[in-house]
């Protein structure tokens, strides 16, 4: 009852970013900590120095949030110019239906 | 519209705001992430042991804090180019709105078809209504149709104002003799509130903008209501 109000604020960090809302926040955090983990313990693993494989988890964490943040904003943002674009088009046929302006009326030589 | 304790953006109402929203989540997550890294770097060299105390350079960590931050950079910069291109695009505006800033209020002028002007004032405290909101409240709004591309031209009669919605990613410098342009697209019908954002004197916290989107037939009727007052 009283959640379902709570469910679109989202878990925000110092208040402004809202991971749990924002597109690709979760993502990339998964696959962050997903990255640092796998990175961090085959360190450890080959080296066994348990500081310094804690130092490459962390440097791991950031290589693989900020690879999956950047491709999953690029895909993000071309499927918002596209969606913008279709809505446009959907826009100009409904006003310009039957006339000269209808952006899917095919041209004629004549004209 | 604003709440108090409020930190981040309002609802964007347009869909240059929109955009502006989302580079902003991307700018502000890279500093985070930044952020997040120079303190776990600061924690490691305070509890260091203080071994390798003697290394003068390396070639590698070199190489990666040069090209990293490189890297980053460009990612943060071509979204912001390519906001600030889309921001000058050409449009083709349905209607001309003028928005004169005086000492201390706005006039707005529709004079495509016919000569509508009015001013706006904000309602004193005193005045308010239950429901109405504090500094922000104007006796009349600006009304604009819904999804239809606006061309705003901002000037001033005295001093320096600005006309700002922030919900709508508008802010305009008022100038005294210089005919300022911006657009604006509302994506939805609803109430927005700005409020003058260059210093102009006493009341300059006093003088708020209230846009109200609405369908087209509904601003048909209130501009032809306007006009028969008037």
Request: proline share 5%; glycine share 6%; hydrophobic share 45%.
């Amino acid at each position: 009852m009283t959640d379902e109000g709570d469910k679109s604020q989202g878990m925000k960090v110092m208040g402004v970013l809202d991971i749990q809302n924002m597109p690709c926040a979760r993502e990339s955090i998964l696959h962050g900590a997903g990255g640092s983990l796998v990175v961090g313990i085959v360190h450890f693993l080959a080296t066994s120095r348990v500081k310094r494989s804690f130092d490459v988890g962390v440097a791991g964490f950031m290589l693989t949030t900020l690879g999956s943040w950047f491709y999953c904003r690029y895909n993000n943002a071309k499927l918002r110019v596209q969606q913008r674009m279709i809505q446009d088009g959907l826009k100009n046929k409904l006003i310009y239906e039957g006339t000269n302006l209808d952006p899917t009326r095919k041209k004629t030589g004549d004209q | 519209m604003a709440h108090p304790t409020q930190l981040g953006f309002q609802d964007a109402a347009s869909p240059v705001m929109e955009e502006l929203l989302h580079f902003h989540d991307h700018a502000l997550m890279i500093v985070f992430l930044i952020s997040a890294l120079v303190l776990y770097i600061i924690v490691a060299m305070v509890s260091t042991k203080l071994t390798n105390k003697f290394i003068l350079d390396s070639q590698e960590i070199e190489i990666v804090w040069t090209i990293l931050p490189a890297v980053i950079l460009v990612m943060i910069a071509l979204p912001s180019l390519r906001i600030l291109y889309l921001m000058d695009e050409i449009n083709d505006p349905h209607l001309t709105i003028k928005a004169m800033g005086h000492q201390w209020y706005w006039s707005y002028e529709y004079t495509d078809y016919e000569n509508l002007n009015f001013d706006a004032y904000m309602v004193p405290t005193q005045d308010l209504t239950p429901g109405q909101f504090r500094l922000l409240e104007t006796d009349h709004r600006v009304v604009i149709p819904v999804e239809s591309p606006i061309r705003i031209l901002v000037s001033a009669e005295d001093v320096l104002h600005s006309w700002a919605v922030p919900s709508m990613g508008v802010k305009m410098d008022a100038v005294p003799g210089r005919l300022n342009q911006t657009a604006l697209l509302a994506s939805r019908p609803g109430v927005y509130y700005g409020q003058c954002s260059e210093i102009c004197g006493a009341n300059h916290s006093f003088m708020p903008i209230v846009i109200e989107a609405v369908p087209l037939p509904h601003f048909e009727t209130w501009s032809a209501n306007q006009l028969d007052f008037a």
